[in-house]
């Protein structure tokens, strides 16, 4: 069981290039997340997607578009990479409702050159 | 959401307990406290969460004060494996779109000492 995967774990962009992050779960949960984290702070929310066919800002959206794919499937993309997009991204999944345990990837580490 | 506090960092012995606390002073009814810890910027892992009982898994222990405005981590017999960022997190719904959010603070850093 693999839980939550996230591709690709490094990559390194030049400022103005484009790329996808995908992020994929085998879980069956409604709900994807995008949280991004810079050096010694906290996950911010990026974008959420309660169940398919939805997707919401977060508290950091610019800069940043997501799709709800399928079920399985919730992909972030950088149009226009910025240097201050440098960081780690995490995906999570989970059940709706507030009770319930979220699953995180293992994150991909993004430089911007 | 409701926030959350936590001091920035504890050191615990091998073997003793960690009592890692947190404040929540402003959390509402129907909002539950969540504990997750992040070991070298790995994925944030679960641990244990509660609405107003104490709560307790293989894991580790989860005490709510009966005003439910803080709450107490314990990890009974911590070892250097258990040096990470605790993270707090008071879960409830986001911007009325029927999902339910995990806001991170900076939590706290453990440092298990030999």
């Known amino acids: 069981n693999a839980g939550v995967t996230q591709t690709p774990k490094f990559q390194v962009l030049k400022t103005g290039q484009s790329m996808t992050l995908q992020c994929a779960q085998d879980?069956?949960?409604?709900?994807m997340y995008w949280y991004r984290q810079d050096p010694g702070m906290g996950l911010r929310l990026i974008y959420y997607?309660?169940?398919?066919?939805?997707?919401d800002k977060g508290e950091v959206p610019n800069g940043y578009n997501v799709s709800r794919l399928n079920k399985r499937e919730f992909s972030l993309r950088l149009e226009s990479a910025a240097p201050s997009q440098t960081s780690v991204y995490f995906c999570?999944?989970?059940?709706?409702?507030?009770?319930?345990?979220?699953?995180f990837g293992q994150g991909t580490r993004l430089t911007v050159v | 959401d409701a926030k959350t506090t936590q001091p920035p960092s504890m050191d615990c012995a091998e073997g003793r307990a960690a009592n890692l606390p947190c404040n929540h002073s402003?959390?509402?009814?129907?909002?539950?406290v969540y504990w997750y810890r992040q070991i070298h910027s790995q994925g944030p892992q679960y641990i244990i969460h509660?609405?107003?009982n104490n709560e307790t898994n293989e894991m580790a222990s989860l005490i709510i004060t009966e005003d439910r405005k803080s709450s107490t981590l314990i990890l009974p017999h911590a070892t250097l494996r258990d040096t990470a960022v605790y993270y707090c997190?008071?879960?409830?719904?986001?911007?009325?779109?029927?999902?339910?959010?995990?806001?991170f603070g900076k939590g706290t850093k453990l440092s298990v000492i030999p």
């Open positions: 999570a999944s989970t059940e709706q409702g507030p009770s319930t345990e979220a699953f």
């Open positions: 879980m069956n949960h409604n709900s």
């Open positions: 997607s309660a169940s398919e066919g939805t997707t």
């Open positions: 402003t959390i509402s009814g129907n909002e539950y």
């Open positions: 509660g609405l107003k």
């Open positions: 997190i008071v879960r409830g719904l986001y911007s009325g779109a029927g999902s339910y959010q995990l806001t």
